[in-house]
């Protein structure tokens, strides 16, 4: 099955500052990644999703770039703000229905 | 349009008692999903649903039964509870599109405590 890895497990950047987030995937024949937000004590929401027909994809402050060859993919948060503390999952799935997530990373913006 | 709903939102359990975990959804998506988060393991699989009267298994499949007999509801079933699984559950759904899940949308969770 899928094996998504994720780095680091906790950030922690000044306001203003950028974030970066890492994750690799061992299933070639994945094709979806997407990045989801979890609140404290609330279900994890989607934030941004990339397809493998895409190299790189900006939402507002956020951006995810995919490197299919590498089979890694990042999450991109510029000018960060306290509302965006939260912990981040990236996850990956092929066509078979199946979302693998990452183990989760913690991030923490100070003011 | 309330989306995902779960309940209960708390439960505390003995080992070796049953229970299920209720999960609904009003956005007529076609796929549903159990998982359960864990802390430094992100979110498993369980079972999922691509319609009604069609279940498969996950990743992490075993002490746990669903079944799909609407669109609207997934319940999830431990047979016997043990203390490995404890967690929190979460519910999703989504869309169906070319073969493939589109966005999930999950619900607000069920904590579950077994002692």
């Known amino acids: 099955g899928e094996n998504v890895e994720q780095h680091p497990s906790t950030l922690s950047v000044q306001e203003g500052d950028s974030a970066v987030i890492k994750c690799t995937y061992s299933d070639s024949a994945s094709n979806y990644f997407p990045w989801y937000k979890q609140e404290l004590g609330k279900g994890p929401q989607l934030i941004i999703d990339i397809r493998s027909n895409v190299g790189e994809k900006k939402d507002q402050r956020i951006a995810v770039t995919l490197n299919k060859t590498a089979k890694h993919f990042s999450l991109h948060i510029t000018e960060t703000q306290p509302e965006d503390s939260a912990v981040y999952f990236c996850?990956?799935?092929?066509?078979?229905?199946?979302?693998?997530f990452g183990a989760g990373t913690t991030v923490t913006v100070r003011a | 349009n309330a989306g995902v709903t779960q309940t209960p939102k708390f439960q505390v359990l003995k080992t070796g008692q049953s229970m299920t975990l209720q999960c609904a959804q009003d956005m007529n998506h076609e796929y549903m999903s159990w998982y359960r988060q864990d802390p430094g393991m992100g979110l498993r699989l369980i079972h999922y649903?691509?319609?009604?009267?069609?279940?498969d298994q996950g990743e992490v499949p075993n002490g746990y039964n669903v079944s799909r007999s609407t669109t609207e509801d997934f319940p999830l079933r431990l047979l016997s509870a043990a203390p490995s699984q404890t967690s929190v559950y979460f519910c999703a759904s989504s869309d169906i599109a070319g073969g493939r899940v589109e966005t999930q949308y999950f619900g607000p969770g069920t904590r579950l405590l077994v002692l």
């Open positions: 649903s691509v319609g009604a009267g069609i279940t």
């Open positions: 996850a990956a799935s092929s066509n078979d229905y199946k979302l693998s």
